[in-house]
């Protein structure tokens, strides 16, 4: 069965970091294309970074409100994928999704930016 | 970027109506695209993979169609449990885009 679980969650305030991680079971982790999926408060999704696999040089792509500020990386000795959040603003205040193969998501986890 | 323009916004229908719910691309997606259901503190759930393709577990009333660049989800037969939100991702080019929601309510 494929699980994945995000942690990391939590209040932090404008300007500070969190780092988020979905630590994965079920399926061969190593080979996976792994993404990285918010939702607003207002409930609209936002697709936000995605990382390939290691025979794709681990190749990252990100979506333009996050560039230069998160950071999605992977640890495929733990089957984890990660999404550093610098710099963060109010408008970061989202429950954010860990995904495998677009069908596959983990619970989610809220992160609220807020002073 | 790809738009994904979804309508409508939100609506209400009855037990047993015949509900559609479309998502219109503003370029080429292919058939690139899933419909997601969510219901209130779940993640989303995909319904329909590949504009046509039915999800693993998901009842036979649920289907996807393309005309054109116009994507749909259909719900043939309305039940209680198919109130929810539903959302369209395109996943031709990145950045992937999501469709603004469809509230599908009880009338």
């Known amino acids: 069965e494929v699980q994945l679980v995000e942690t990391g969650g939590g209040l932090v305030q404008p300007g500070k970091s969190l780092k988020l991680t979905c630590a994965t079971s079920g399926f061969t982790f190593s080979t996976a294309w792994m993404h990285w999926v918010r939702q607003s408060p207002e409930k609209r999704l936002e697709w936000i970074a995605r990382?390939?696999?290691?025979?794709?040089?681990?190749?990252?792509d990100y979506v333009e409100s996050v560039k230069g500020r998160f950071t999605i990386s992977r640890d495929d000795s733990k089957s984890s994928v990660y999404l550093q959040m610098n710099s963060l603003k109010e408008e970061d205040t989202a429950t954010y999704y860990c995904i495998y193969g677009g069908l596959y998501w983990g619970q989610g986890v809220m992160v609220t930016v807020s002073s | 970027d790809i738009q994904m323009t979804q309508s409508p916004s939100s609506m209400s229908a009855s037990l047993g109506d015949r509900v559609t719910i479309t998502c219109q691309a503003s370029?080429?997606?292919?058939?690139?695209l899933i419909w997601f259901q969510q219901k209130p503190g779940k993640s989303p759930r995909p319904m329909i993979y590949?504009?046509?393709n039915l999800a693993n577990g998901v009842p036979s009333r649920f289907s996807g169609s393309r005309s054109g660049s116009d994507y749909s989800l259909t719900i043939s037969s309305l039940e209680s449990e198919d109130m929810a939100d539903y959302h369209c991702?395109?996943?031709?080019?990145?950045?992937?885009?999501f469709g603004a929601g469809t509230k599908l309510e009880l009338k």
């Open positions: 590949y504009a046509t």
């Open positions: 370029q080429d997606i292919g058939n690139n």
């Open positions: 991702l395109q996943y031709k080019q990145y950045p992937y885009t």
């Open positions: 990382i390939k696999d290691k025979s794709n040089n681990y190749a990252t």
